[in-house]
């Protein structure tokens, strides 16, 4: 099956209705020689003055950014950016700086053919607003898990459909938890619902019918999402700040995986190389430097008002197993829980939010060890003391606590449903600690699941939550597609969180007062 070519029509319409009448004129050239680039547009890591900006064509030639804060790109800044090739699967990011702080910057991007006579690229339009610099009311969502279980895009059901819906709740920006793709998902064209209805995935291509384990079905993967209309649309209208977990390489891997007869590649060192290439070929991030590339662990400073920090609990634990031994097991290592400290230390925002792409206190098994003892896959391992991997958020906790840190709050995914976790030490195992809120959120386009067992250790509790209730892998179909909302009000600082579907209706809110 050969890949699907998007029609010429969708490449403006990539911009999720943006419209833009003062294009540069195309240059005279055939229409075979010029760059198609229909794969959309976004804007990501958009800090201080600058933004990255990341697009892809389909041949080797010249990534090109206009911006300007006139909607119709009156005077703007031209900006070359990198040739693309295949190397990179012709994707290309380029850094802007210098841009005004507090503005909605618009943006095109075009392609640079090989050569005068080849033309360029039709051009592909967006848009984000830089961070503020004084204490207006901010905005921002989150969720993660997009196109898992083998849900596909469905034209009929308006395709990855929650990315729309958060398009048009607007927001400062974007925070993706993780499960960016689904490498280890394969799809059908077909699949036979309860309902007696069929689900059809009318767009495939041959990397998301088959486990990825080849570097071109990993970019395949990647790829396949921005063939999504809903996509492309909030892609180009709302800056993102990605991270990453499991299902960019296989199902809650670590050194411990053992793959199945699906793989013919068995080593998850070989697995995870080509994973995380083909991730920062088409996320929007910004390399971290030279000492660590693929870093995914940063701060995001916006405003007065609020820093995220985004975790990465994927790159830096060891192999999953029991998890409950009495000295710390890494998890999220020991560089990273002391760069956390440190910079929560510094923030003087007035919220110090910790994007991260696993709940601390739910339950995710893996399997059995040769013992026949329970393996887990995240932080919880059971009621009890802490132990194992807990040693380290107890750590992280605590150290919160007498530096007297405050109004920290957690933002997470991983386990497709959404709910509102709240930890106290009045209900806990581990006392040393403040109490804190916990939301998670997902699935975004993938199937739902859920709830999961709860661990004691750090007195959760689960204040409200929505799912299948212990059905697995319910289908986009039934709505149980979730993103959550944060809202700061400039003057007061109050946040206001809300859980939201499909539909863009809240299930559940809760403003809370920062403490001073």
Request: glycine residues 10%; hydrophobic residues 40%; proline residues 5%.
């Amino acid at each position: 099956m050969s890949s699907i070519r998007l029609p010429r029509r969708a490449l403006l319409g990539a911009a999720g209705g943006l419209a833009f009448s003062g294009a540069a004129p195309a240059q005279v050239a055939s229409e075979a020689a010029r760059p198609k680039a229909e794969w959309g547009v976004s804007a990501g890591d958009v800090v201080g003055d600058r933004a990255i900006i990341w697009s892809r064509a389909d041949r080797t030639s010249r990534m090109v950014v206009e911006w300007s804060t006139d909607t119709q790109l009156r005077n703007a800044t031209r900006v070359h950016g990198p040739a693309v090739t295949e190397a990179s699967d012709y994707t290309g990011k380029l850094d802007l700086v210098g841009l005004p702080g507090d503005s909605e910057i618009h943006y095109r991007v075009s392609f640079e053919g090989q050569d005068a006579a080849a033309g360029s690229s039709a051009p592909m339009l967006g848009k984000f607003r830089t961070a503020p610099s004084t204490k207006r009311d901010v905005k921002f969502l989150w969720s993660g898990d997009t196109a898992g279980q083998g849900w596909g895009i469905n034209e009929a059901f308006g395709g990855m459909k929650c990315y729309e819906t958060m398009r048009r709740n607007g927001g400062d920006f974007f925070i993706h938890c993780g499960d960016t793709i689904y490498a280890d998902g394969p799809m059908q064209a077909e699949v036979k619902l309860a309902d007696g209805t069929t689900w059809k995935n009318t767009t495939l291509i041959p990397e998301v019918q088959k486990v990825a384990e080849t570097l071109g079905e990993f970019r395949g993967r990647h790829r396949y999402n921005v063939m999504d209309k809903a996509v492309r649309g909030f892609n180009a209208e709302m800056a993102q700040l990605w991270m990453w977990d499991d299902h960019e390489v296989s199902n809650n891997y670590s050194d411990s995986k053992v793959f199945d007869a699906r793989y013919a590649e068995k080593f998850v060192r070989t697995l995870q190389a080509r994973g995380r290439q083909a991730f920062f070929e088409y996320a929007p991030i910004r390399a971290h430097g030279a000492d660590e590339a693929q870093r995914v662990y940063r701060k995001h400073a916006h405003g007065p008002h609020l820093d995220v920090f985004a975790l990465d609990m994927r790159s830096y634990r060891g192999p999953n197993g029991f998890n409950r031994e009495a000295t710390a097991t890494p998890f999220l290592g020991r560089t990273q829980v002391q760069w956390l400290i440190q910079s929560l230390l510094a923030s003087t925002a007035t919220w110090k939010v910790i994007a991260a792409d696993m709940p601390i206190g739910l339950l995710v098994p893996d399997g059995k060890d040769a013992q026949g003892r329970n393996m887990f896959e995240a932080i919880a391992n059971g009621n009890g003391p802490a132990l194992g991997r807990e040693l380290e958020i107890a750590e992280l906790l605590s150290a919160i606590k007498h530096a007297g840190i405050k109004n920290v709050v957690w933002l997470t995914a991983d386990v497709h449903y959404t709910a509102a976790h709240h930890y106290s030490p009045e209900r806990a195992q581990f006392k040393d600690f403040n109490p804190f809120w916990e939301f998670v959120s997902g699935p975004l386009h993938a199937g739902g699941f859920g709830p999961a067992d709860t661990d004691d250790t750090f007195g959760l509790e689960v204040v409200y939550h929505k799912d299948p209730g212990g059905r697995e892998n319910s289908p986009p179909t039934e709505g149980l597609q979730f993103f959550g909302e944060c809202a700061i009000e400039g003057r007061s600082g109050v946040l206001h969180v809300r859980l939201k579907d499909i539909s863009g209706g809240t299930l559940w809110e809760r403003a809370l007062e920062p403490e001073a």
